[in-house]
């Protein structure tokens, strides 16, 4: 699982949190943080966004098919497919 966090208050530079939310943990994060794994993760959930054709043109929508699950289903209204692209765009750019 994971949130965005305002890096050093600043909430124009966020941070990526990623945390295992199974009690105990179950190592998920530490296999991401090796090697080029948060990478291509971070590509492959670009892609899964990018697919998507939901919120039509501008993207301004998510369904189950992208960004929602049920457990963030009290976020679904303000879940923004165009924004998780251009965020994660800029991650894969640099």
Do not use: G, V
């Given at each position: 699982n994971g949130?965005?966090?305002p890096y050093n208050g600043n909430k124009l530079s966020p941070a990526i949190v990623l945390f295992d939310d199974v009690p105990g943990g179950a190592g998920h994060v530490?296999?991401?943080?090796e090697g080029n794994n948060l990478q291509n993760v971070i590509?492959?959930?670009?892609?899964i966004a990018g697919r998507c054709e939901c919120g039509g043109e501008q993207a301004n929508s998510s369904c189950y098919g992208c960004l929602r699950s049920y457990s963030n289903q009290y976020c679904h209204d303000i879940l923004n497919r165009g924004y998780v692209i251009d965020f994660l765009g800029k991650l894969v750019s640099k």
């Open positions: 949130t965005l966090f530490k296999r991401i943080a590509s492959r959930a670009l892609q």
